[in-house]
């Protein structure tokens, strides 16, 4: 009777530690980031898909089935093989390990507090290079879109054209690049919507969490461009009235908003890259530091995760050094519809 109790408190006992170990946070409180091309499954509708995200939790510390039994997370033979075969779990005798990086807080923190050090020194070694482009901006009569151009164009785009491509990363049978969770979401989001089109143009809106107006999902979607000698046109006469009350084009169709053509003859676009390459080039001094602190041993991998902080915390710089001024409309300000403009512009010639 004693040694039957005994066990009993044992398993117990070990049952209480697997769950001490482990906090588990629901996905919608995270941040989870994809840095990825799909070729059937995005690594979201995985990670979302039954108790996968509880699976992968509870195998930040490496164990075998009986860990799920513990801990009652619903499973089955064909889930533990998609999560290995698709980069989030490694399987090796009998024992499973999560291997996608999932930052606790004080991680989450520590990442944070890093990125700030990096964008801090970045943006000041490179200073001159953003007041030219600024600038050229303000040459081109953008003075007004030269947040957007900055965060969403040369940041959130042209950045990552010097960084490590998504296959070179990881590259498994749905999907190749990089996923991680962050431990909590930002309240205050500032990001950049982009829309692919015809004849390899795209639009891009730079929006923001606290902005009242916003451009119609419906135009961004639908407004295709024509462009021929006489410039660039609304190509649906339909959509001409509503987007002119947005100030992406006049009443004859002509569009206003910046239109960067990806070639080195387009001004724009080749010093956003040189500004671009540079950035990149800087963040190498950082990176065995940044790899050894986090335990990423993948150099792709870093890198983006490091990229993906900075974008933020440089463009906040830029504001607090006066070279770009964020526009009323992304702080929430009442704002005519015709400020829409300054956050929208076209560019042709590359694929998203």
């Known amino acids: 009777m004693r040694k039957t109790i005994l066990c009993a408190i044992l398993a117990l006992s070990a049952m209480l530690s ?3 170990q482990i906090t588990f946070r629901n996905l919608s409180d995270c941040d989870p980031t994809a840095f990825c091309s799909f070729q059937e499954t995005h690594p979201a509708e995985i990670i979302n898909k039954g108790d996968n995200w509880k699976i992968v939790q509870a195998f930040q510390k490496k164990g075998s089935t009986k860990t799920l039994d513990k801990l009652n997370i619903q499973y089955s033979d064909s ?3 998609q999560l290995t ?7 090796c005798k009998g024992q499973y390990h999560t291997i996608i990086h999932i930052f606790n807080e004080q991680q989450t923190k520590e990442l944070v507090d890093f990125g700030q050090k990096v964008a801090k020194g970045l943006t000041e070694s490179n200073k001159e290079e953003f007041k030219k482009y ?12 030269a947040y957007s151009l900055t965060f969403s164009y040369l940041l959130d785009d042209r950045l990552w054209d ?5 296959e070179k990363i990881h590259h498994y049978s749905s999907w190749s690049g990089c996923y991680w969770v962050k431990f909590k979401r930002e309240k205050n989001i500032t990001g950049t919507n982009t829309a692919v089109g015809e004849d390899s143009i795209n639009l891009s809106v730079t929006f923001s969490s606290n902005q009242k107006k916003h451009y119609p999902y419906r135009l961004l979607l639908n407004t295709q ?9 609304i190509k649906d006469s339909s959509l001409i009235a509503d987007n002119q009350k947005y100030g992406v084009c006049n009443a004859s169709g002509n569009v206003l908003v910046p239109f960067i053509t990806s070639n080195n003859t387009n001004e724009i676009y080749s010093m956003a890259g040189e500004v671009a390459h540079k950035l990149v080039d800087g963040m190498q001094k950082y990176m065995n530091e940044f790899q050894k602190k986090f335990n990423i041993s993948n150099y792709g991998e870093a890198q983006v995760i490091l990229a993906h902080e900075l974008i933020w ?7 607090e050094d006066k070279i770009v001024e964020k526009p009323s409309i992304l702080m929430g300000k009442d704002i005519e519809p015709s ?10 010639g590359k694929k998203h």
């Open 18 to 20: 697997t769950n001490a």
């Open 79 to 81: 889930c533990l093989k």
């Open 85 to 91: 075969d698709e980069g989030f779990l490694e399987y």
């Open 134 to 145: 600024v600038a050229l901006l303000n040459k081109k009569g953008f003075r007004n879109n």
């Open 162 to 166: 010097f960084i490590t491509p998504r």
């Open 225 to 233: 461009v024509a462009v021929n000698e006489n410039g660039v046109h």
């Open 313 to 319: 915390d440089i463009i906040d710089n830029l504001i």
């Open 339 to 348: 400020d829409i403009k300054y956050t929208i512009f076209f560019t042709q």
